[in-house]
């Protein structure tokens, strides 16, 4: 679990120094000015952050259904191996996604007004910039979503239909309790992850409204990895221990 939350907590890291600095920049000088290239090695670390964490997300969903449906055998199925080797992948596969983006990118021909009405390199405003014909891009686009975003989402969905049997078969409030507060966490991040992306992804709003995906956009971006390292602090019982002997030091 905590391998699985210290790669979560990396591209919380990578997606905020990739957003933050230059929605900064737009914020107190009311715009900015970027190359092609700039713009797109912006969205290749934002797409390589959001791919990683919906596998990520998945993985850690498996976890939590092995912990709680199949307690006896936990240690054996999600081993120190097995986890390394999961966390192996899911960076092979989002980079994989992230250079197929990229080259599809750099092969459209882009013609002005080169301006972007956003507060980052996103997909869909890149692909507005392009003179070429981008039905084959959204083709792309729809299995590639289909990859990273539905496959990964269903799977997390199964998994939490199982762990939910599960624990309404536990005859012990206790054990209910404490089943749920293993994967409170995990599904807290899932849910404002997922119904962000969700929200501006399958229903883009346009005109007046299009300033609500801007502030959506910021939640999945910017506020999803300040609340992500809050709720596995507030949940977890070992860092809670470890602030509390680090606590005298800083108020000495």
Not at 61 to 69: E, G, M, T
Not at 187 to 208: D, E, M, R, S, W
Not at 211 to 232: A, Q
């Amino acid at each position: 679990m905590y391998l699985f939350i210290t790669q979560l907590s990396l591209l919380d890291i990578i997606l905020s120094t990739d957003i933050l600095p230059n929605f900064l920049y737009i914020i107190l000088h009311d715009g900015c000015t970027m190359s092609l290239a700039e713009c797109i090695i912006q969205f290749s670390f934002f797409v390589n952050a959001e791919a990683s964490e919906f596998f990520l997300l998945t993985v850690m969903s498996y976890d939590r259904y092995l912990a709680i449906c199949k307690p006896l055998h936990y240690n054996s199925l999600m081993n120190q191996s097995i986890c390394i080797k999961s966390v192996i992948i899911i960076w092979l596969l989002s980079l994989k996604m992230t250079l197929v983006n990229s080259i599809s990118l750099c092969s459209l021909y882009y013609c002005g007004p080169n301006i972007i009405h956003h507060f980052f390199c996103d997909y869909e405003p890149i692909i507005e910039l392009s003179c070429s014909d981008t039905s084959w891009i959204h083709n792309q686009t729809y299995v590639i979503g289909f990859i990273c975003v539905v496959a990964p989402f269903m799977l997390i969905v199964i998994s939490y239909i199982y762990i939910v049997l599960t624990i309404l078969k536990m005859k012990s409030i206790t054990g209910r309790q404490k089943a749920f507060t293993t994967c409170s966490s995990h599904l807290t991040v899932v849910c404002i992850f997922y119904g962000t992306l969700i929200a501006v992804y399958l229903f883009p709003t346009k005109g007046q409204l299009d300033i609500l995906n801007k502030v959506l956009s910021l939640f999945y971006t910017v506020m999803t990895p300040l609340l992500n390292p809050i709720i596995y602090t507030f949940r977890n019982k070992d860092i809670k221990k470890a602030i509390e002997k680090i606590k005298p030091f800083f108020f000495y």
